[in-house]
C-alpha cells in the first residue's frame, strides 16, 4: 500500500519570502503521479503541481515548483515570492492512474503573514 | 469549460431523510470520484466510476449509493444517515489513464456540498 507523509502540519512564513513544504510517500511502484493541492478556507480543492515519476525534470508553475527524488521518494513544494493568498491547507498526493486510489498526506497549514 | 459542479453547496438532513448530491461535469473525463473529508483531515476515498461503470468502492457503508447516470453526471444518494456521516462531500474527475506514463493528468475537484445530519 502507498503512504504520504507531510511531518509539518503547521507553518508560517512572511509575505514575499520563500517556503519549503516537504512530503515524503511510500511505494514498490515505478510509474505514478505526484501532486500537490491546495485547499482554502472557501474548501476548493485547487491542483497546484503535479508531476509525473517518469520525468526527471522538476515541474515548476510561476512561483511554485517541486524537488523530485525519485530514489529519496521525497516530493517537496517551494513556494517563492509568498502571497497573502497563498494561505490555505497544502495537501501532497500520490497515485498510479485514475483506476487507483489518490492518496493524500495529512495536509500542512500553511500561513502567510503580512 | 474547465469546472466540476457540485450542488446542493450545503445540505441539512435528518436520519430519516433521502437526499442527493449532484456533480456535474463537460471537461469529457471519463472517470469520476466522491471523496468524503472530515474537518481537518485529508479527503478519504469513496468511488470511483470508469466509464460509467463503478470500478472501485472503499467499502462504503450501503446507506450512501453512488450512481453514474452517463459521462457528465454522478449523484450520490444518501439514506438513513448517522450524524458520524456529516462531512464536506467532494467530487472529482479525471481523465481516464490506462498507461501510467501519461501526460497532464490530473484530478479536477469541486468545491463540495456541506453535509449536516442531524
Known amino acids: 500500500a502507498q503512504t504520504v507523509t507531510q511531518s509539518q502540519p503547521e507553518m508560517s512564513v512572511q509575505e514575499a519570502e520563500t517556503v519549503t513544504l516537504s512530503c515524503t510517500y511510500d511505494?514498490?511502484?515505478?510509474?505514478?503521479?505526484l501532486f500537490w493541492y491546495k485547499q482554502p478556507p472557501s474548501r476548493q480543492m485547487i491542483l497546484v503541481i503535479r508531476q509525473e515519476a517518469y520525468k526527471q525534470q522538476n515541474a515548476t508553475e510561476n512561483r511554485f515548483s517541486v524537488n523530485f527524488q525519485k530514489a529519496a521518494k521525497s516530493f517537496s513544494l517551494k513556494i517563492s515570492d509568498s502571497q497573502l493568498g497563498d494561505t490555505a491547507m497544502y495537501f501532497c498526493a500520490f497515485t498510479r492512474g485514475s483506476n487507483y486510489k489518490l492518496t493524500f498526506g495529512k495536509g500542512t497549514l500553511l500561513t502567510v503573514n503580512p | 469549460d474547465t469546472e466540476v459542479t457540485q450542488t446542493p453547496k450545503h445540505l441539512v438532513m435528518g436520519m430519516t431523510n433521502k437526499k442527493s448530491l449532484k456533480c456535474e461535469q463537460h471537461?469529457?473525463?471519463?472517470?469520476m470520484y466522491w471523496y468524503k473529508q472530515k474537518a481537518k483531515k485529508p479527503p478519504e476515498l469513496m468511488f470511483v466510476?470508469?466509464?460509467?461503470?463503478?470500478?472501485i468502492n472503499e467499502s462504503v457503508p450501503s446507506r450512501f449509493s453512488p450512481e453514474c447516470p452517463n459521462s457528465s453526471l454522478l449523484n450520490l444518494h444518501l439514506h438513513a444517515l448517522q450524524p458520524e456521516d456529516s462531512a464536506l462531500y467532494l467530487c472529482?474527475?479525471?481523465?481516464?489513464?490506462?498507461?501510467?506514463?501519461?501526460?497532464?493528468?490530473?484530478?479536477?475537484f469541486g468545491s463540495g456540498t456541506r453535509l449536516t445530519v442531524v
Open positions: 466510476y470508469s466509464y460509467e461503470k463503478l470500478s
Open positions: 511505494t514498490s511502484e515505478s510509474n505514478y503521479y
Open positions: 471537461m469529457g473525463h471519463r472517470a
Open positions: 472529482a474527475s479525471s481523465q481516464v489513464v490506462v498507461v501510467a506514463n501519461r501526460n497532464n493528468y490530473g484530478y479536477t
